[in-house]
Antibody, heavy 120, light 113 residues
Framework: QVHLVESGGGVVQPGRSLRLSCATS????????LHWVRQAPGKGLEWVAV????????YYPESVKGRFTISRDNSEDTLYLQINSLRVEDTAVYYC?????????????WGQGTMVTVSS | DIVMTQSPDSLAVSLGERATINCKSS????????????LGWYQQKPGHPPKLLIY???TRESGVPDRFSGSGSGTHFTLTISSLQPEDVAVYYC?????????FGRGTKLEIK
């Protein structure tokens, strides 16, 4: 059974950094693209990053480009999201999701999410 | 960026009746070489992560009841629930994955009338 479990969230001051992790199991990690999607409290879904199966391709929206870095460790079956210069508007639940075999595919299976609160 | 516009914002339908949600993209998400529409539909219930219902605009994900169907091509898409059940109360999102950023619509809240 496929599982994705996010961790690393918490309460952080503006301007600080945070690294989120997504531990996975139940599938061949190195064969799939992976996504991060966030959801601010009471708001809709915002896609924030995708990484190809081999880590060669990474894409972000302009709203986070330069502050967010997606990475993966195919030897540990783990996905990461490094968030720098945190802003109040980064407050959200962050979900990781397994995509297909290419970066331009739907988000098929989702984790339960980890909450990030940016507040002084 | 491709803008995804969903309508309506909210919808109330009687049990057993049909529910229809629309999604329009600001540019085509149809890739002609493979004739696929890079469009997905997700269901999110309160306190839960989203769940993929439909991908390639009309392919039902494994385990999704057949009362859910997707249609459309190019820039106009529809999610239809043929006979609304109590467990279908949720927010529904469309998403394009044709080109990054993989933008979502703002969501449609579906309730029981």
């Amino acid at each position: 059974q496929v599982h994705l479990v996010e961790s690393g969230g918490g309460v952080v001051q503006p301007g600080r950094s945070l690294r989120l992790s997504c531990a996975t199991s139940g599938f061949t990690f190195s064969s799939y693209a992976l996504h991060w999607v966030r959801q601010a409290p009471g708001k809709g879904l915002e896609w924030v990053a995708v990484i190809s199966y081999d880590g060669a391709n990474k894409y972000y929206p302009e709203s986070v480009k330069g502050r967010f870095t997606i990475s993966r460790d195919n030897s540990e079956d783990t996905l990461y999201l490094q968030i720098n210069s945190l802003r109040v508007e980064d407050t959200a639940v962050y979900y990781c999701a397994r995509g297909g075999d290419t970066w331009n595919d739907a988000a098929f299976i989702w984790g339960q999410g980890t909450m990030v609160t940016v507040s002084s | 960026d491709i803008v995804m516009t969903q309508s309506p914002d909210s919808l109330a339908v009687s049990l057993g009746e049909r529910a229809t949600i629309n999604c329009k993209s600001s540019q085509s998400v149809l890739y002609s070489p493979n004739n696929k529409n890079y469009l997905g539909w997700y269901q999110q219930k309160p306190g839960h992560p989203p769940k993929l219902l439909i991908y390639w605009a009309s392919t039902r994900e494994s385990g999704v009841p057949d009362r859910f169907s997707g249609s459309g091509s190019g820039t106009h898409f529809t999610l239809t629930i043929s006979s609304l059940q109590p467990e279908d109360v949720a927010v529904y999102y469309c998403q394009q994955y044709y080109t990054p950023p993989h933008t979502f619509g703002r969501g449609t809240k579906l309730e029981i009338k």
